[in-house]
């Protein structure tokens, strides 16, 4: 059996008498090599393209969620997540970058959330074991002793229906983290109202 020299790269072999010494263009960001100039610009172009796109899109949640953030009543926060149904769609997919498969999710104009029940109450301890004031530590089941075990905020129980059932959760958690986000507002506009 007669041996040769060639190059290996990955699982490529490549003998050395038909290798080529070439120029080559490789993406500092994907690592994808590219045979020609044109084709390495072009790759640029739409990574950059997917960026910029990626960034708006950021702005653009960040800002709807901010105006969540200041809806003034519970009533007004109900409306808003009933009136921006896709703004929670987004956020599910934008936090499960995991999910591969988009065609699963539904299209934005057909999506829907209903809150269909809201029982919630202002009390001086909170539980933090699930979430927090934004800043603030959480204390898993009170483990820490040297973390609160809870601070001023509203508790209770909210139910809502969604148009799709989405296997993975997300929209659920997206709806839950909007009412925390919502009630850290209230019970701040609260504070000082009661200040």
């Known amino acids: 059996m007669p041996r040769i020299r060639a190059y290996k790269q990955a699982e490529k072999i490549i003998p050395v008498d038909s290798a080529k010494i070439v120029t080559a263009f490789q993406c500092p960001w994907t690592k994808q090599v ?26 653009r949640l960040d800002k709807m969620l901010a105006d969540l953030n200041n809806q003034p009543t519970w009533m007004d926060v109900i409306e808003w997540i009933e009136r921006n149904s896709h703004f929670f769609l987004a956020r599910a997919k934008q936090n499960n970058a995991w999910h591969s498969d988009y065609r699963k999710w539904p299209a934005p104009e057909d999506f829907w959330i209903r809150i269909t029940f809201l029982d919630i109450h202002h009390t001086d301890c909170a539980s933090n074991t699930h979430s927090a004031p934004r800043g603030k530590p959480t204390n898993w089941a009170h483990k820490d002793p040297n973390l609160p ?9 909210i139910e ?8 993975d959760l997300a929209v659920t ?23």
Request: hydrophobic share 45%.
């Open 34 to 59: 590219w045979a020609t100039k044109k084709a390495y610009i072009k790759h640029l172009k739409q990574l950059r393209e997917e960026r910029i796109h990626r960034r708006i899109r950021a702005a």
């Open 149 to 157: 075990n809870g601070y001023p905020g509203w508790t209770g129980r």
């Open 173 to 195: 958690s997206c709806v839950a983290l909007a009412f925390v986000q919502a009630v850290e507002a209230e019970a701040a506009a609260i504070d000082m109202v009661t200040a």
């Open 160 to 167: 809502w229906q969604t148009s799709h059932y989405l296997q």
